[in-house]
């Protein structure tokens, strides 16, 4: 056991746990913090992508202890972030998943929007194949993914319009 | 009485739709973009221990002892479960029970589960497991269908009552197959081979099971079929069904993977009542490989005679089913192998024998969709190579042998609605076929195929008379309508497509809907889902439900304003008296107003098919109250130095009778293409000569990324289906068909090669360019 100093959106928290977790572990199963996703715990499937000081980074091969000053941020911080930021609701990027219908089993999703966001925030305005390449790390085996590139387009066109990502 | 006989494909209030059709947000969509929405693994109840189950390292070896004293002296172990504590065998079909939740007496593929160990945490339930001391006796593996075939013995299950490791055959012939041969203008003959892949769904097999101090049992699974995991933990725990309670939670995709009972659903019970305590299992990636239930591969052979205006005159196939080491669904598959091929095309006769067989190999099961994927592939190639040889264009010869609406297939089926012609003058057009069709450069090409699929199936599994959807309205005070429903929503929406049929009929708002579902205590019973049935039945039931309430609340709401029921309107929630302007009543109003009339309120609505199928045995299995169709259109850039495919783009028109919710049904269409596309070249279950899996990780066996996907693009066709929930059929499951022979077949159009064996490769690609410069040299 071992104590892990960790910022998680935007919260200080001291987590008591094996050392040989790794964040992800940590998330799901000491934080509760359960939107981010276990596909596969090796790197290959994307769904528990967590943002890393803004850089998309799979939680399954994170150790924490390697993290321990940085910024976390999980799919639970996207809508407090963007309430924090005076919104309503979930953020510009979730809703847009939603009314695309890029959401069937939901469960790629929380790492494919954490991989979406951190395009956005990076690149405002990118084109389809911007998008192909920032969620080629993030497996979804329901949507076939055109959906998912519609609604991360819609998500940078309003974006654009409300000049906020 | 069923609910087809009450209602049809129109709007209710009879001036057009108000929910169905438009592009509604679904219930849960916005509690998954947010991380809210609980899968199995989420949940983690107070004192929770964790399990691991040890598996099998042989392919087939008899089990001489198996000795856990160690394990269970380890510390944090708190039980250990072995095979014969749960002797009581089970199987998704009732007719082929042969799976043990662990082994018994022997074990048959590489990964076959042996014994089970709970723990204060997972690692210390690994470390049990291997603390298990297992003594086998090896037994010669059967590694492929033919050797199955010929091998007799040893039997991988020795006490069915033939001795052989057959594991179905069925043959059935409808007209006379070859005496068509010889009036035959064209006769095409050849074999083909669709290798096995798998589900792949992203979340793990997961389950929790705790038992109350009161002997009930309460079982969270990432299941496709509450209600049949609900009958087999009754039936192998040998308890009182009602002191079980099964619950889905959000599942994260099934595709068939959850569709039959799995071992962790007993063992986590199991282990839960032997140590007081909840139990959860979370299943490896790998784990899920051995679990599989994947497509069956199959070799097929094919014979179709033609007169030479294109016109089928019969076709003759025989099909070896590689069913791996367990029944699973497969007699089904094997009856599905032969019985969904009798569409869209017209055959005037038609055999098939197809022969399942058990190998030592990860057992094979449902795969979206289901047994009919393999033989589609074959025939949509062979009608190509039929096209070409009598020189008609692919697309005409498929109109050519149209079957037709409202009618009857060869082999009993009755059809109904059948929007095939449009689907495939929507690819025709979409595509620019006419340009494109033996015009493009070396290299490029492009190629068509259609299909047909069931929307749900008339064989109930088990045998009974009771409805195969149930669907159960509260309305309350408040205002909300809870819709509790058996059917599992495992992504494709089925909740959502509940709500939309209940706002519908009941002219209200779906925010004003929850939907309570998948819960054996709480829900009517719902079958589950599979057979691509959740739509056509749960949604006709729910229609029923919600029509019933409609018109308790007419009749209450006209009784309180003293106007003819006609005059009584629900509109967006809003009730208006059609003579008087002025009055009107909210929704939680009306509620109130039809309460003190009726008392507490609550409506039920079932649905169950019409007596369907061919009069033979077997003649149900496949019948279907409704039959979607597609077509595929696939543009190709085979790279002739590398032998690499690339598919450029796909068209895909799907005839899903109406689409309730456009979006939802695209996304159906857009996920099913992708998912056969892939099995073109990219993806493979494959063994290796020891019957061990070839790469069972996200890595090695390839799903395709963003990078991977073709661009597609999907055409919806609404052909209103006179039985369908509003008209609606299946948009699961067909549209996955023929996306693989339209890549074959648009092969063939841009470098003359016929592949008729899957995968893909790029090295079958440069053998069959190398061959055809050889036969053209020769020439
Ligand atoms: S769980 Fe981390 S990449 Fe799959
Ligand atoms: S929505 Fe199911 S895996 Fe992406």
Known sequence: MRVFHLKINGDTVDVAAPEHYTLLEILRYELGLTGSKQGCDKGDCGSCTVQVDGVPMLSCLVLPSTVESKAITTIEGLAVQHRSDGGEGASLLQNAFDAAGALQCGFCQPGMIMSAQALLESNATPNRDDIKQALAGNLCRCTGYTQIYTAVESAAKDGGENGCS | ?779
């Open chain 2, 1 to 779: 009485m069923a609910a087809r006989d009450k209602h049809g494909p129109d709007a209710p209030w009879g001036d057009g739709f108000k929910v169905i059709g438009k592009p509604n947000r679904k219930v849960d969509a916005l509690a998954k973009a947010t991380g809210e929405a609980i899968y199995t693994d989420d949940i983690s109840l107070p004192n929770m221990l964790h399990s691991k189950t040890l598996r099998s390292p042989h392919a087939h070896a008899k089990i001489l002892s198996i000795d856990t004293s160690k394990a269970e002296a380890l510390e944090g172990v708190y039980a250990v479960l072995v095979g014969s504590e749960l002797p009581i065998k089970y199987g998704v079909i009732p007719w082929t029970p042969d799976e043990n939740v662990l082994a018994t007496d022997k074990v048959r593929f590489i990964g076959d589960e042996v014994a089970a160990v709970a723990a204060i945490d997972e690692d210390t339930a690994i470390e049990a497991c291997e603390l298990i001391e297992v003594e086998y006796e090896l037994l010669e593996t059967i590694v492929t269908a033919e050797q199955a075939l010929v091998t007799p013995e040893p039997p991988i299950h020795d006490d069915r009552k033939k001795r052989n490791n057959i594991s179905k055959h069925v043959e059935l012939e409808f007209g006379d197959v070859d005496a068509q041969v010889d009036d035959a203008d064209l006769v095409v003959e050849n074999d083909y081979y669709f290798h096995s892949t798998t589900h792949t769904a992203i979340e793990p097999h997961c389950a929790v099971a705790t038992f109350g101090n009161d002997g009930r049992l309460t079982l969270w699974s990432s299941t496709q079929i509450t209600h049949y995991v609900h009958r087999a933990l009754s039936r192998v725990l040998e308890m009182d069904p009602a002191k079980i309670r099964v619950i889905q939670p959000n599942v994260g995709g099934g595709f068939g993977g959850k569709s039959d009972p799995f071992a962790l659903e007993f063992i986590t019970a199991m282990l839960s009542k032997k140590s007081g305590r909840p139990v959860k299992m979370l299943w490896t990636r790998e784990e899920v490989f051995y679990a599989h239930r994947g497509r069956h591969s199959m070799q097929m052979h094919y014979r179709t005679t033609a007169k030479s205006d294109g016109t089928i005159t019969s076709v003759d196939a025989k099909l070896l089913i590689d069913g791996g080491a367990y029944s699973s669904f497969g007699l089904v598959t094997t009856y599905y192998s032969g019985q969904l091929l009798t569409g869209p095309y017209a055959f005037p006769n038609y055999r098939f024998d197809s022969t399942r067989v058990f190998t030592n190999r990860p057992p094979c099961g449902p795969k979206r969709g289901h047994g009919s994927v393999q033989p589609r592939f074959a025939f949509e190639v062979q009608l190509d190579e039929v096209a070409t040889k009598l020189d008609i264009d692919p697309i005409e010869i498929r109109r050519k042998n149209f079957l037709g609406e409202n009618t009857t297939t060869i082999n009993g089926q009755r059809i109904t609605s059948n929007g095939f012609l449009e689907c495939l003058d929507a690819v025709e057009e979409a595509s620019d076929w006419k340009s494109k069709h033996r015009k493009m450069r070396y290299g490029t090409g492009i190629g068509v195929a259609g299909s047909m699929y069931i929307s749900g199936t008339n064989y109930p599994v088990y045998p009974n008379k009771m409805p195969q959807a149930g669907v159960q309205l509260k309305v309350d005070r408040s205002g909300l309508v809870t819709v509790f429903t058996g059917g599992n929503d495992i992504g494709q929406g089925s909740n959502s497509m509940v709500a939309y049929c209940v706002a519908e009929e009941m002219g209200i708002n779906p925010d004003s809907i929850k939907v309570v579902a998948a819960d054996t205590d709480l829900c009517p019973v719902d079958l589950g889902a599979y057979s691509s049935r959740v739509t056509f039945m749960v949604g006709n039931a729910a229609i029923d439900a919600a029509r019933k309430m409609r018109n308790k609340i007419v009749e209450a709401v006209a009784e309180h304003w003293k106007v003819e029921k006609e005059s009584v309107r629900i509109i967006d929630g809003t009730v208006y008296n059609l003579d008087n302007d002025e009055e009107t009543l909210s929704q939680r109003e009306a509620f109130h107003v039809t309460e003190e009339k009726f008392d507490t309120l609550g409506s039920t609505g079932s649905y169950n098919t019409p007596t369907l199928g061919g009069d033979y045995r077997g003649g149900t299995i496949g019948s279907s109250p409704a039959y979607s169709f597609t077509s595929h259109v696939a543009e190709v850039d085979i790279d002739t130095e590398t032998g690499e495919i690339e598919v450029k783009k796909i068209w895909v028109a799907h005839d899903c009778g109406r689409a309730l919710n456009p979006i939802l049904v695209k996304g159906q269409i857009e996920g099913s293409t992708y998912m056969g596309a892939a099995e073109v070249s990219l993806e493979n279950y494959e063994m290796n000569r020891f019957s061990l899996h070839a790469g069972p990780s996200l890595l090695d066996y390839r799903i395709p990324t963003t990078l991977d996907t073709a661009e597609i693009e999907a055409l919806i066709v609404e052909s209103i289906d006179p039985e369908g929930p509003y008209g609606a059929k299946e948009a699961g499951e067909g549209p996955l068909h023929s996306a693989i022979p339209a890549v074959a077949n648009a092969i063939y159009d841009a470098v003359g090669i016929r592949l008729r064996e899957l995968p893909f490769t790029p090295a079958k690609v440069l053998a069959a360019l190398k061959e055809k410069d050889e036969v053209t040299a020769d020439a």
